[in-house]
T-cell receptor
Framework: TQLLEQSPQFLSIQEGENLTVYCNSS?????LQWYRQEPGEGPVLLVT?????EVKKLKRLTFQFGDARKDSSLHITAAQPGDTGLYLC???????????FGPGTSLSVIP | NAGVTQTPKFRVLKTGQSMTLLCAQD?????MYWYRQDPGMGLRLIHY???????AKGEVPDGYNVSRLKKQNFLLGLESAAPSQTSVYFC??????????????FGEGSRLTVL
């Protein structure tokens, strides 16, 4: 049973479109991270959120942590082919706990 | 700076054979992790370690053993490989941060096929 759910599982869009992907759980998180993974490589950290309601921006990517600290979203504006990859959310229940990943959203941006 | 290095990168085993995957990190990180990645399943935690000489079970520990004899190394062993263990294995490491988060640094992965 996955502790974290991500939706959608797959997403294929045209370059220039906007998109949002979601990460949800029934558990409260100490912190939540978003990673991007490209084929043949390990995941790379995009952002960490620790405060309920927190919003962080990374160029065209906007990350939001839910007020109850049980969910998060990633919004990409004007997607580019370089955004193609697997987007993974990950959480810790407590500061010293292990890191658990969701199943990921596979994004394909078509030129 | 090598970061996290996994060896071997590819391996094919027959059912019942044993093998060890080696993970080495040069960042002096306290925490180390072994994950497996299967299509549609994201990364599932096998075992992890919060320091030299300590290990703990993750989400899917059955069929695997680990050891952390040195701080920089984390070994993952398969005593009797099964086809269900065909997967891509990732090692990661992070600092132990009080009251905060820890970025995970990943290796490039080890692709294991069990026939």
């Amino acid at each position: 049973t996955q502790l974290l759910e991500q939706s959608p599982q797959f997403l294929s869009i045209q370059e220039g479109e906007n998109l949002t992907v979601y990460c949800n759980s029934s558990s409260v998180f100490s912190s939540l991270q978003w990673y991007r993974q490209e084929p043949g490589e390990g995941p790379v950290l995009l952002v960490t959120v620790v405060t309920g309601g927190e919003v962080k921006k990374l160029k065209r990517l906007t990350f939001q942590f839910g007020d109850a600290r049980k969910d998060s979203s990633l919004h990409i504006t004007a997607a580019q082919p370089g955004d193609t990859g697997l987007y993974l959310c990950a959480f810790r229940k407590t500061s010293y706990d292990k890191v658990i990943f969701g199943p990921g959203t596979s994004l394909s941006v078509i030129p | 700076n090598a970061g996290v290095t996994q060896t071997p990168k590819f391996r094919v085993l027959k059912t019942g054979q044993s093998m060890t995957l080696l993970c080495a990190q040069d960042m002096n990180h306290e925490y180390m992790y072994w994950y497996r990645q299967d299509p549609g399943m994201g990364l599932r935690l096998i075992h992890y370690s919060v320091g030299e000489g300590t290990t703990a079970k993750g989400e899917v520990p059955d069929g695997y053993n680990v050891s952390r004899l040195k701080k920089q190394n984390f070994l993952l062993g398969l005593e009797s490989a099964a086809p269900s263990q065909t997967s891509v294995y990732f090692c990661a490491s992070s600092y132990r941060l009080a009251g905060a988060t820890g970025e995970l640094f990943f290796g490039e992965g080890s692709r294991l096929t069990v026939l």
